[in-house]
């Protein structure tokens, strides 16, 4: 998200809370304003996990955040057109500046200082498995009623909703290396939680895994897109301190998609021996026949 520095501007955060999912007719269009960011949370858990200062257990949350001044607040419109059912009010929202709003979204406790983002330590206390997608056309109700079935199936899920478009859309997916852009309605990412290693911790995985599968049909294909930060061993990972450019396809094309080539190129040039690297790190290309497999284009990322 784009926020001004402009110290006129505010952010205004508003807490919602619902029942049921959002059907997804209500939430394919993403760019009503594009200075504002609503997201939409699912949690069935018994565990303290993020959000869970404003996420109650069973419910869909939807946290709305606008950059505007006091007085112009269009997003109570555009909320009133798009969504009547949350029948937000001025009352609802709360006037605060960017960084603390950033404060509020990551679950800490109203009054924290800024500066705890200074010691880099997260809030999540409990072990996780995460996954991503990306949706690009409405999910049927029948659809998101076997998704709800599934998310009580598990002790601790939580599932986010990020919706694009807006200015994401406007940018050009081969501009930098993220290139999820037009066309895609919402992210998703899904996570399974517990609190303790001696857990059945193979029970929360089997259970992401199936959800993920059962997600098929109804998110992005060829390649099934992930998003970077939610990184995902489950899609491959560099064995050791050995790299290969064949399997880093598994991730990379998801990831990255047509920019992944690109990142090839870059990364064999600027680091042809691999000394900066990870489970799931961009190799260098071993040969020059690799090399133009991916394309002969010299362009590289500004």
Same mark, same amino acid.
């Given at each position: ?90 009352? +609802? ?6 960084? %603390?709003?950033?404060? &509020?979204?990551?679950? /800490?406790? !109203?009054?924290? #200082?800024? @500066? ?85 911790? +193979? ?6 895994? %199936?959800?993920?599968? &059962?997600?098929?049909? /109804?998110? !992005?294909?060829? #390649?099934? @897109? ?77």
């Amino acid at each position: 998200m784009m926020v001004s520095t402009n110290p006129k501007y505010k952010s205004f955060v508003a807490p919602l809370f619902l029942v049921f999912l959002l059907s997804s007719s209500s939430w394919v269009d993403s760019s009503s304003l594009e200075e504002s960011f609503l997201q939409c949370l699912n949690e069935n858990s018994q565990f303290s996990v993020p959000y869970s200062s404003f996420c109650a257990p069973n419910n869909a949350t939807f946290n709305a955040l606008l950059q505007s001044t006091a007085q112009n607040l269009r997003l109570l419109k555009v909320m009133g057109e798009s969504f009547p059912e949350l029948s937000l009010t001025r009352k +609802d929202c709360i006037e605060t500046s960017w960084i %603390k709003s950033v404060l &509020y979204i990551a679950g /800490y406790p !109203s009054g924290t #200082p800024p @500066e705890v983002l200074l010691q880099g330590k997260s809030t999540f206390k409990n072990y996780f498995k995460a996954k991503s997608d990306f949706v690009k056309n409405p999910i049927p109700e029948t659809g998101l009623e076997g998704l709800w079935k599934r998310l009580f199936e598990d002790e601790g899920p939580l599932m986010i909703w990020n919706p694009y478009g807006g200015m994401m859309g406007k940018i050009s997916e081969t501009e930098i290396p993220f290139p999820h852009r037009r066309g895609v309605l919402f992210k998703i990412q899904y996570l399974t939680t517990w609190q303790k290693v001696e857990e059945n911790q +193979d029970k929360h995985l089997q259970w992401i895994k %199936k959800l993920y599968n &059962y997600m098929t049909p /109804y998110v !992005s294909q060829l #390649p099934r @897109e992930a998003y970077v930060n939610y990184r995902d061993l489950d899609l491959g990972i560099n064995k050791n301190s050995n790299t290969s450019y064949i399997e880093s396809i598994g991730w990379g094309t998801r990831y990255f998609k047509e920019n992944f080539g690109r990142l090839l190129r870059v990364k064999t040039k600027v680091d042809p021996d691999n000394f900066f690297r990870h489970e799931q790190s961009i190799p260098p290309i071993p040969t020059s026949e690799a090399l133009r497999s991916f394309g002969s284009s010299k362009r590289g990322f500004d």
